[in-house]
Structures are given as structure tokens and as C-alpha cells.
């Protein structure tokens, strides 16, 4: 499976900044997922980003408020916008692996918190 | 729509005792089927999928799962729980090479010594 690292692992912030979280992986992937995992609760897809296009948002999140780059095929960034309180929560990214179809290995995560 | 319900927010368990976790989902068509545990401040590790084939999955430690398609559940068992096995557990689908995956709400596993 794919080794996948994000910085920064936490990070606490004033409200109206922006954050931006570096996910790597250490082999070329075509496929590369954001997801939001607010407190106590499950994952929600933020948005899917393949290299060389603009990435796909999910219902709810919009390229504003979570610009989303993916220069090459080992390295993505998502920028939280204009933060709030309410945007506290653990950014994850994950890769397909290769092993199977639609098997996502996740990264170790992005601890938010907005104050 | 997809949807997956985890009906047991938290399940405690003594050590050694057996457990199993509950996960139903609705979908019209055909689903993968993934169960990830996410350890305390860590990110989410597979332990194991059915995406076709043998209904009874095997996965990392220990862990088993049986796709159950009239039922529309995937429940993840394992014979006998270690302290370790504190997580929280999370059932997943995705529609067939759709690329997205759509979570429950998680399970707390508890193991008490």
C-alpha cells in the first residue's frame, strides 16, 4: 500500500485565516481524496483531484472556501479559506492504492483547530 | 442514494470475548463493501473489503467479515478481542468504480481488561 504523509499533523488558527495541508505519497497515484471528519463524527468527501484538472467538490463545499491544487501525481494541497470555528476538524487525504478497485489508503491526518 | 448505518455507536467488551460490529447499507445497485479502524490520533487503516467473490472476508488482525446481500449488511466479527483492538471502526461503500467512498458514523470499540 501507498505511504502517505500530511503537514501539518495539527495546527491551531485565527478565525479568517487560511491553512494550507500538504499530503505527499511515495509512489504516483491518478487519484487523490480530501475528506473532512468533523469532531465526533464520520468522513465526508470534500473533493476529488486528479492531476492536470480542476478537482470535483461534493455537495456542500465549494473551490472558494477549499482551494485544491495537484501539481504532479505524488503531491496534492488543500487550503482551508476564511476559517471559522466551525471548520475544526481533521483533514485527511487518501490515494486508490492499486489494489483493487476503489481501495483508498488514507494519510495519518490534519488536526484543525479554529479559535 | 447510498447510505450506511452503523446502529452501535459504542460497543464495550472484556478482553478475550468475542464482538461484533453491525453495519447495514441501502443501495440500489451493485456496492464494494470496506471496514477501516482509525487508532486513537492516527488516520484510517484498511482492514479489510469484499468486492466480489466468497461472502466471508478476512482481514489484518484477526478481523472477519461476512457480505450478507439480502440482508444488505456487512457486520465485521473477530472470535476474541485484545486491548489493542481499542478504535473506532468504520464501515464504508462505494458504487462499483465510482472511486467514492461513503462512511457511517463509526463504532467506538472499547476493550476493558
Known amino acids: 500500500s501507498a505511504v502517505i504523509s500530511q503537514k501539518p499533523s495539527r495546527d491551531i488558527c485565527q478565525r479568517g485565516t487560511s491553512l494550507t495541508i500538504q499530503c505527499q505519497v511515495d509512489s504516483q497515484v491518478t487519484m487523490m481524496f480530501w475528506y473532512r471528519q468533523q469532531p465526533g463524527q464520520s468522513l465526508t468527501l470534500i473533493a476529488t483531484a486528479n492531476q492536470g484538472s480542476e478537482a470535483t467538490y461534493e455537495s456542500g463545499f465549494v473551490i472558494d472556501k477549499f482551494p485544491i491544487s495537484r501539481p504532479n501525481l505524488t503531491f496534492s494541497t488543500l487550503t482551508v479559506s476564511n476559517m471559522s470555528p466551525e471548520d475544526s476538524s481533521i483533514y485527511l487525504c487518501?490515494?486508490?492504492?492499486?489494489?483493487?478497485?476503489?481501495?483508498?489508503?488514507f494519510g495519518p491526518g490534519t488536526r484543525l483547530t479554529v479559535l | 442514494a447510498q447510505s450506511v448505518t452503523q446502529l452501535d455507536s459504542q460497543v464495550p467488551v472484556f478482553e478475550e470475548a468475542p464482538v461484533e460490529l453491525r453495519c447495514n447499507y441501502s443501495s440500489s445497485v451493485s456496492v464494494y463493501l470496506f471496514w477501516y479502524v482509525q487508532y486513537p490520533n492516527q488516520g484510517l487503516q484498511l482492514l479489510l473489503k469484499?468486492?466480489?467473490?466468497?461472502?466471508l472476508v478476512k482481514g489484518i488482525n484477526g478481523f472477519e467479515a461476512e457480505f450478507n446481500k439480502s440482508q444488505t449488511s456487512f457486520h465485521l466479527r473477530k472470535p476474541s478481542v485484545h486491548i489493542s483492538d481499542t478504535a473506532e471502526y468504520f464501515c464504508?461503500?462505494?458504487?462499483?468504480?465510482?472511486?467514492?467512498?461513503?462512511f457511517g458514523t463509526g463504532t467506538r470499540l472499547q476493550v476493558f481488561p
Open positions: 487518501s490515494v486508490e492504492g492499486g489494489q483493487g478497485p476503489d481501495t483508498q489508503y
Open positions: 464504508a461503500v462505494s458504487l462499483v468504480n465510482t472511486d467514492k467512498l461513503i
Open positions: 469484499y468486492l466480489s467473490g466468497s461472502t
